[in-house]
C-alpha cells in the first residue's frame, strides 16, 4: 500500500549499529565471485563471513595487478580522525565509478572494543559487516594467535623448570603471555607460586594480543612455510652465557604453526555497499607495526583494480611502518597514499583545546576558527612531507563531520594547495560511496599510469645503514627530532646484534601516537627535542628491530576497565550497547 501524505515517514536509523542491522548482507559467495575467486579457495564461516584459502594467490597470480593505495593520516586526536571510515568509504567510491576496489584492514582487537577505544569497522553508511562479529570474534584468530603465544609462554616454563639445553637464564626471559582483553591486575606477575611441581617462581606478566609478537608475524607472514620460519625465529630469552633462545631451539615453532593454520587464511566480508573487504591480523599501530596481513593485500591486488589498505594512527606511525616494515618484506610498492585529516584535528593541534578520551570534545573545538585551522597546520603539512619522504604525493582527504564549518574546510584546502597537494572533502559516513566520489576520482588520477612502478617509492633508509644511524633517521626526518639520546648500552647491544647478521633488519619505533615526538602534550610540529630511546629488542620472528621511545606501554584506555563500552543481551537476545 503506498504511503499517504498524512502517514509519518519512517526514521532513517543514523548510528552505527542501527545502520549496520539495518543493511541486507550479500551472499559471500557473490562477493567472492565479484572478486573472481575461485570456488574451491572460499570457505564460508557462517553468514557473510568467508575463510580464503592462500591457494588463490596461486589460482590468481597470472591476472595483472591492481593499484595499492595506503590510508593514513595527520597525527590524530584520541578518538581518532576516521582512516578505516575513510577507507572503506573510498572503496565504495571506487566501486561506484566502475572499479573493482577493496579494503584490506586489520581485525580489530577485543579489548579496546570493550573499553575506551570502541570497535575498528568503520562508521555510518562507511562500515564492514557484520559489525558485531567482527568485533568481537570473527573467525577467532585473535584467540588463536593468543593460543599459539601462550603455548610457547607455557614450553618456556616447562624448558626452565626441567633445566632443557640450551639452560634458559630465569631472569632473562623476555617472552610474556597474552590475553584479549584490558585487565590492569595481570600486567605484572609472580609465576610458578605452589610447590616444587609448579614451575620455577620468576616474575611475569600479561600483554594484551594485539601487542604479541605473533601477531606481527601473522601479518608479516606470506605463506604456510614463511609463518613457520618466522615462528622459528621467536626470540624467548637469554641463557646464561647471554645468548638468544628462540621458540625453534625449544621446540614450540611447529605446533604454534598448527595452531594458526587457519588464522593464515583471510577473512572476507563486505561492506555496506557490498564491496569486498579483507579483514586480516590485527597489530598495534604504535608499538607494532599496524597494517593488515601480506597474504590479504596479495590476494586483493590480482583480484581488483584497487586495493585500499589502511594503516594505524599517523604517517609517522603506521604509515612509516607501512612503507619500511611491511612493503620491505611483502616486496610490494604502493601506487598511492591517502593522508585523513579532518577540522577538529587541526584545531586540536594549535594547542587551545584539551581533548580527553573517553569524554565529549569541548565546546571551544566545535566553534568555527579557520584561523585555529591554519594555526594548526604545522602537523598535517609534516605528515604531508613524511609521506613525499617516501617518493608519494598524498591525496588529503578531509573526513567532514556535522559540526564542520566551510570557512575551516576552506582553511585545509588552501594550506594543501600552498604545498601542491589535492584535497577532497569527504561525506563517505554520512552518504556512503556517493561521499567519496570526488575523492575517489583525485585517487584515480594520482595512480594512473602509476601500477607497477617501482620507480618513485622508495624507502626512508638503506638496508645497510646502522641500526642506530635507521633510528636517528626515523627520528630526525620524520618526527623532526634534534638527534636521538640512547639509554647506556643500548648502542653496544645494537652494534652486537649487527655482528650477529642482524643488521640489515628494518626498525619499528613504539613511541605515543599522539604527538609526533615522545611526548603526547608536544602538539603540532614540535622543534627543539631530541627522542630518548630507552630500551631495544630483537623481534626476529617478526624481522624488525623493536625501539622503545618514551615512556609507552600500549595505549591510553588499555588495560583499564572495560566499563566505558557497555555491551548486554536484551530479553529477545539481541546485542545491545554495542556503541
Excluded at 170 to 191: E, K, S, T
Excluded at 487 to 503: S, T, V
Aim: aromatic residues 4%; proline residues 6%; charged residues 20%.
Amino acid at each position: 500500500m503506498p504511503t499517504q501524505a498524512t502517514d509519518p515517514i519512517p526514521a532513517q536509523p543514523n548510528d552505527n549499529l542501527s545502520i549496520a542491522r539495518a543493511a541486507r548482507l550479500w551472499p559471500i559467495e557473490e562477493i567472492a565471485h565479484r572478486l573472481g575467486l575461485p570456488g574451491e579457495a572460499v570457505e564460508p564461516y557462517g553468514r557473510g563471513i568467508a575463510k580464503i584459502d592462500l591457494t588463490a594467490m596461486t589460482a590468481l597470480a597470472e591476472s595483472p595487478r591492481g593499484r595499492y593505495v595506503v590510508v593514513t593520516s595527520m597525527t590524530p586526536t584520541p578518538p581518532g580522525e576516521g582512516k578505516t571510515t575513510t577507507a572503506i568509504g573510498l572503496v565504495q567510491g571506487l566501486q561506484r565509478l566502475g572499479h573493482r576496489a577493496a579494503v584490506a584492514l586489520r581485525q580489530p582487537s577485543m579489548g579496546p572494543t570493550l573499553g575506551l577505544k570502541g570497535g575498528a569497522t568503520g562508521g555510518g553508511h562507511s562500515q564492514v559487516l557484520p559489525m558485531e562479529r567482527i568485533n568481537l570474534h570473527l573467525t577467532g584468530d585473535l584467540h588463536a594467535v593468543a593460543a599459539a603465544h601462550n603455548l610457547l609462554a607455557a614450553m618456556v616454563d616447562n624448558h626452565l623448570h626441567h633445566r632443557l639445553t640450551p639452560e634458559l637464564s630465569p631472569r632473562d626471559i623476555c617472552w610474556q603471555r597474552v590475553i584479549d582483553l584490558n585487565d590492569r591486575a595481570l600486567r605484572h606477575l609472580v609465576l610458578g607460586l605452589g610447590g616444587r611441581g609448579d614451575g620455577v617462581p620468576r616474575q611475569g606478566g600479561f600483554e594484551i594480543t594485539a601487542a604479541s609478537e605473533v601477531m606481527a608475524v601473522l601479518a608479516l607472514a606470506d605463506s604456510l612455510a614463511d609463518l613457520r620460519k618466522r615462528l622459528g625465529r621467536l626470540i624467548v630469552g637469554l641463557d646464561h652465557d647471554g645468548e638468544p633462545v628462540t621458540a625453534e631451539q625449544i621446540g614450540a615453532a611447529g605446533a604454534m604453526t598448527v595452531l594458526l593454520k587457519e588464522a593464515l587464511k583471510p577473512n572476507l566480508l563486505q561492506t555496506l555497499e557490498h564491496a569486498p573487504a579483507l579483514i586480516h591480523a590485527g597489530p598495534f599501530g604504535n608499538i607494532a607495526h599496524g597494517n593488515s596481513s601480506i597474504v590479504a593485500d596479495r590476494i586483493g591486488l590480482h583480484a581488483a583494480d584497487f586495493v585500499v589498505t589502511e594503516a594505524g594512527f599517523g604517517a609517522d606511525m603506521g604509515g612509516e611502518r607501512f612503507f619500511n616494515i611491511k612493503c620491505r618484506a611483502s616486496g610490494l610498492t604502493p601506487d598511492a597514499a591517502v593522508l585523513v585529516v579532518t577540522v577538529r584535528a587541526m584545531k586540536y593541534h594549535c594547542g587551545q583545546h584539551r581533548v580527553v578520551p573517553g569524554q565529549p570534545l569541548p565546546a571551544s573545538l566545535l566553534a568555527e576558527a579557520p584561523e585555529e585551522v591554519m594555526a594548526g597546520g604545522a602537523n598535517l603539512l609534516k605528515q604531508i612531507d613524511n609521506v613525499r619522504d617516501h617518493g608519494l604525493t598524498p591525496v588529503v582527504a578531509i573526513n567532514a563531520f556535522p559540526g564542520d564549518h566551510p570557512s575551516e574546510v576552506a582553511a585545509i584546502r588552501e594550506l594543501c594547495a600552498s604545498v601542491g597537494v589535492r584535497a577532497e572533502l569527504s561525506t563517505h559516513v554520512r552518504d556512503g560511496g556517493e561521499g567519496a566520489v570526488a575523492l575517489a576520482e583525485a585517487l584515480v588520477e594520482a595512480t594512473e599510469g602509476a601500477a607497477g612502478d617501482t620507480d618513485a617509492f622508495h624507502y626512508l633508509y638503506p638496508d645497510e645503514l646502522p641500526l642506530a644511524d635507521k633510528i636517528e633517521r626515523i627520528a630526525t626526518r620524520l618526527y623532526g627530532a634534534d638527534g636521538v639520546d640512547f639509554a647506556p648500552g643500548i648502542r653496544e647491544r645494537l652494534a652486537g646484534w649487527e655482528a650477529r647478521g642482524y643488521g640489515a633488519l628494518p626498525v619499528c619505533i613504539a613511541k605515543t601516537h599522539m604527538s609526533l615526538s615522545h611526548d603526547a602534550r608536544l602538539l603540532g610540529a614540535p622543534t627543539g627535542w631530541r627522542l630518548p630511546v630507552r630500551e631495544v629488542r630483537l623481534s626476529a620472528g617478526a624481522g624488525f628491530v623493536y625501539a622503545l621511545a618514551g615512556d609507552i606501554r600500549t595505549m591510553p584506555g588499555l588495560n583499564a576497565s572495560p566499563a566505558a563500552t557497555r555491551i548486554d543481551i536484551d530479553d529477545e537476545g539481541n546485542t545491545v550497547g554495542l556503541y
